[in-house]
């Protein structure tokens, strides 16, 4: 299994940013797709994930600003990200959660300016 993200960059704060992942290889359809974050010096938090019937979980940081979608069929998810700020800069990871083993993509930067 292998996950390729896309999307992140550089905004301004208010704005929005869209991330996407890929994910390839033949797994589970008993899975969660979604995205961590890790910035500098802290430890790497959920941001947002959901399962293949379509569950959501959010962290408390991002509830109402983030929205994750997911195309089961295409295997990808995407994250969508409004009133960001400069709390929400970090490395943002695609992950694939199958049954307790994850799997994870490269990571992609999102850096919020003031």
């Known amino acids: 299994v292998q996950l390729q993200a896309s999307g992140g960059g550089l905004v301004q704060a208010g704005g929005s940013l869209r991330l996407s992942c890929a994910a390839s290889g033949s797994f589970s359809s008993v899975n969660n797709m979604g995205w961590y974050r890790q910035a500098p010096g802290r430890q790497r938090e959920l941001v947002a994930s959901?399962?293949?019937?379509?569950?959501?979980t959010y962290g408390d940081p991002v509830k109402g600003r983030f929205t994750i979608s997911r195309d089961n069929a295409k295997k990808t998810v995407s994250l969508q990200m409004n009133s960001l700020n400069q709390e929400d800069t970090a490395v943002y990871y695609c992950?694939?959660?199958?049954?307790?083993?994850?799997?994870w993509g490269q990571g992609t930067q999102v850096t919020v300016s003031s």
């Open positions: 992950h694939l959660n199958l049954m307790g083993r994850y799997y």
């Open positions: 959901m399962t293949y019937g379509g569950y959501t």
